[in-house]
């Protein structure tokens, strides 16, 4: 009996989709598997030392379903020693991708969009800091007549916002 499900990951801060990745029979437990995946993916950005300096860091939905089809079909085995059996260097018939969500059978459980920003809560205040540091100058700039400058600015706003706990603070 199979049981089909699909997904794709979407970005809703610049509005993007990835392509749709259809599994005949994982399930409703897949959902689990992309929610490792992402926390997984959470530790090695936060290793990284320059945020927006890739497609993955900048959680590209694109990118981030390929890196996520590479992990998923990768043999664990792999990860510890060489890979004998040839099979295991080939994704077998459980997994493919389509353009959307109509492009493939989910028939079972559905589709399922994962909005990367619900996992990246940090990156999404980011931008919505450096958004409202934009508009803020902005108006400082045509109320006073002059650039005030965005660190005078950023420095107001940290006054209001605590990025480390993620807590807005009014």
Same mark, same amino acid.
């Given at each position: 009996?199979?049981?089909?499900?699909?997904?794709?990951?979407?970005?809703?801060?610049?509005?993007?989709?990835?392509?749709?990745?259809?599994?005949?029979?994982?399930?409703?437990?897949?959902? +689990?598997v992309?929610?490792?995946?992402?926390?997984?993916?959470?530790? !090695?950005? $936060? *290793?990284?030392?320059?945020? %927006?300096?890739?497609?993955?860091?900048?959680?590209e939905?694109?990118?981030?379903?390929?890196?996520?089809?590479?992990?998923?079909?990768?043999?664990?085995?792999?990860?510890?020693?060489?890979?004998?059996?040839?099979?295991a260097?080939?994704?077998?018939?459980?997994?493919?991708?389509?353009?959307?969500?109509?492009d493939?059978?989910?028939? +079972?459980?559905?589709?399922?969009?994962?909005?990367?920003?619900?996992? !990246?809560? $940090? *990156?999404?205040?980011?931008? %919505?800091?450096?958004?409202?540091?934009?508009?803020?100058?902005?108006?400082?700039?045509?109320?006073?007549?002059?650039?005030?400058?965005?660190?005078?600015?950023?420095?107001?706003?940290?006054?209001?916002?605590?990025?480390?706990?993620?807590?807005?603070?009014?």
């Amino acid at each position: 009996m199979r049981d089909r499900i699909s997904i794709s990951f979407t970005n809703k801060i610049d509005g993007t989709e990835s392509v749709t990745l259809f599994s005949h029979s994982d399930g409703e437990g897949f959902l +689990d598997v992309v929610k490792e995946y992402l926390c997984e993916l959470q530790l !090695f950005l $936060s *290793k990284e030392t320059t945020w %927006e300096a890739t497609p993955l860091a900048r959680l590209e939905p694109a990118t981030v379903m390929v890196d996520f089809i590479k992990w998923i079909t990768m043999p664990m085995e792999a990860e510890f020693e060489e890979v004998e059996e040839e099979n295991a260097l080939h994704i077998e018939n459980n997994y493919y991708v389509g353009k959307d969500q109509n492009d493939g059978d989910n028939s +079972d459980n559905g589709h399922h969009q994962i909005e990367l920003s619900d996992y !990246f809560p $940090s *990156k999404k205040r980011k931008e %919505e800091v450096e958004k409202l540091e934009k508009e803020i100058h902005e108006i400082w700039e045509k109320v006073l007549g002059i650039d005030v400058g965005i660190s005078l600015i950023s420095r107001q706003l940290k006054h209001f916002i605590n990025l480390e706990n993620k807590e807005v603070k009014l």
